[in-house]
């Protein structure tokens, strides 16, 4: 194209972009036909001067399109067939060739589309499509015409995915999506509890759900059901009745030994879990009616710990032993020169005392307590400690030197005092080192894989999540609960912006007074808030709240959030409305139901 002609086009094609407000242009093969005819045009004024002069001497007639083609003769007749040849061309072009048309007035959209991951089958419904029809397979780019539709991508394994989109002529659409993997079996498993075992020397985690059997034969044996699979522990192989040998079975790409449509089993797995120094061991037998439920297998066998087992019998030879079955734990002591003395046992505490017979001040005192040990409050944390094949906690006291406290599991503590006597000290070691927890599951281990925190509660109270009901609509929380007694934990993350709403509601901005105490969570000091009203007379409590802050602080319930693990959530006790003429001569019976809640909140951790 000419120079002189390209500006005229610029401006025709800039006039018809303010026009329609979209990316238009004018085609090339359009551009030449049209340059051709103003050359056509300027040859025309190659005529003589004097049929100009003649042609510009007559009467000008009124201007308006047709006597601007006739002003005179050959010229004007060379461009009035040029005007018409290019209105011709025009219209033909519009009417004929849709590329032509669309590039002129776009009624479509370019529309680019991916997943992750790419394969996902596309469809589209909307507009001229009154059924969903394929547009291809991730990634692809399409031309729609413009419109409302809804996209639906589907791919074996994910959740299909549906989207709406409004495309707009002429603006191209660039949609990137990432697909769900559909729930697994595992993934509809929220609660896990931990079983431990401590004189077979194992533990594991299994769904919460499902019903545990132990001691079902003469030999040690455990089981536990769900609804489409079961598992047995034991330790004698024998006890596994199958007769044909066990072959290699591969299920996801994991191989396992066992069998294949064994009766009415899909899969049967045996394996044995073995301890780091190979002094204990312990066989599982996974039998499931679903291939889905292998997955909870892998996270049970995932789970799994094996102690190490070790003979003390040789160090304490002649000591005398005490056993209580009925609060699940057994002890050996010097059989010359140390008593054994029992103390008060209620339903959440025992106290015992192993002292010398001559010094009542060289002692171990054995207690229980799943009511808040307060003692703990006085003590730091040390270390982590195998000891018998049980994992325990030390504490060492930040007020008298040499004392400590060892943290047994179902809540017993032993401590003692470092003595000047050296014989004693070995003594004192030799009771913590032959110290056995009997009967683990007075207590269990609740975990939510979730929210992804844990926590240790006595037998029989429940855990459920509930979303809305009875307190926030459109809330979820959960709930740990028995005879009345309730620890409510919400994600703050959900219930931040709804606070007010909810302190108001539990009386945290109208309290009478707030009594406080301080517990321990993670290491870390938290303060209980009991929040007490008056009425005609009398005090009364129903709700507590724990928070980060200290005994010293200002009262500040704007922001209770305590961080467990990765997350922060909000923790409250309820209890049944307690009345009293005297917060301080609050009977001994309801500061016990307390100070349980307050156990559990003490065990409180995260999921690693």
């Not at 692809?140 to 074996?156: P, Q, V």
């Not at 003692?375 to 930040?398: C, T």
């Not at 009771?431 to 926590?455: A, G, H, P, Q």
């Amino acid at each position: 194209m000419k120079d002189k002609n390209k500006s005229k086009f610029d401006k025709i094609e800039k006039i018809l972009k303010n026009s329609y407000k979209e990316d238009v242009s004018i085609d090339t093969t359009f551009k030449k036909n049209l340059d051709k005819l103003v050359d056509n045009t300027i040859r025309a004024e190659s005529l003589s001067l004097k049929e100009k002069e003649f042609a510009y001497s007559r009467k000008q007639p009124k201007k308006n399109i047709f006597t601007l083609f006739l002003r005179s003769g050959k010229l004007n007749t060379a461009l009035f067939t040029s005007f018409l040849l290019v209105i011709l061309l025009t219209g033909v072009a519009f009417a004929a060739v849709p590329e032509f048309r669309e590039r002129i007035i776009p009624t479509k959209s370019k529309l680019y589309i991916n997943s992750d991951p790419q394969g996902a089958l596309v469809e589209l419904i909307g507009g001229e499509y009154t059924d969903y029809v394929s547009l291809g397979i991730t990634p692809l780019e399409k031309d729609i015409k413009a419109g409302n539709y809804t996209l639906r991508f589907s791919y074996e394994d994910y959740e299909d995915y549906e989207r709406d989109i409004e495309l707009v002529a002429g603006v191209a659409e660039n949609i990137e999506i990432k697909l769900i993997k559909e729930n697994t079996a595992i993934d509809k498993i929220k609660e896990w509890k931990t079983y431990t075992n401590l004189e077979e020397g194992f533990e594991f985690t299994y769904p919460l759900s499902w019903e545990m059997i132990e001691n079902s034969k003469s030999e040690f044996q455990v089981e536990v059901t769900g609804e489409n699979s079961s598992m047995t522990i034991y330790r004698n192989e024998d006890l596994l009745d199958i007769d044909l040998e066990p072959i290699e079975i591969e299920v996801n790409g994991t191989k396992y030994l066992g069998w294949e449509n064994y009766e009415n089993w899909r899969f049967i797995f045996t394996e044995r879990f073995i301890s780091t120094e190979e002094t204990n061991y312990i066989y599982f037998a996974f039998y499931t009616r679903s291939e889905e439920e292998v997955d909870i297998y892998d996270f049970i066998r995932s789970s799994v710990a094996v102690y190490e087992m070790k003979d003390n019998n040789g160090d304490v030879a002649g000591w005398q032993q005490f056993s209580d079955s009925e609060m699940g734990f057994s002890v050996k002591y010097p059989s010359q020169d140390w008593i054994f003395i029992e103390g008060g046992v209620g339903d959440y505490y025992a106290d015992y005392e192993i002292r010398k017979a001559d010094n009542a001040g060289e002692k171990v005192e054995i207690k229980y307590s799943f009511r808040y040990f307060d003692e703990l409050n006085e003590y730091l944390y040390n270390r982590d400690l195998e000891i018998n094949g049980q994992k325990v906690k030390r504490y060492i006291s930040g007020v008298c030197e040499g004392k400590s406290i060892y943290e047994f599991p179902n809540k017993f503590y032993l401590i003692y005092q470092v003595s000047d006597n050296t014989e004693v000290n070995e003594i004192y070691d030799k009771i913590r080192d032959n110290f056995s927890v009997l009967d683990e599951t007075k207590l269990e281990v609740i975990s939510d894989y979730t929210w992804m925190y844990k926590f240790t509660v006595p037998k029989g109270w429940l855990y459920n999540i509930y979303f809305g009901e009875d307190i926030i609509d459109g809330v979820e929380y959960a709930v740990l609960e028995k005879n009345g007694f309730q620890i409510q934990i919400f994600q703050w993350e959900y219930i931040e912006d709804r606070w007010n709403e909810y302190s108001s509601l539990i009386g945290l901005e109208d309290f009478y007074e707030v009594r406080r105490t301080a517990i321990k969570v993670e290491e870390r000091e938290i303060i209980k808030n009991e929040i007490w009203m008056y009425d005609d007379g009398r005090y009364y409590m129903e709700y507590m709240i724990y928070t980060v802050s200290s005994l010293d602080e200002e009262i500040d319930f704007s922001d209770p959030a305590i961080t467990i693990g990765d997350n922060d959530f909000v923790i409250i006790a309820k209890v049944p409305q307690i009345y009293t003429s005297d917060i301080e001569s609050l009977i001994s019976d309801d500061r016990d139901e307390m100070s349980v809640l307050d156990a559990i909140v003490s065990t409180f951790s995260g999921i690693e």
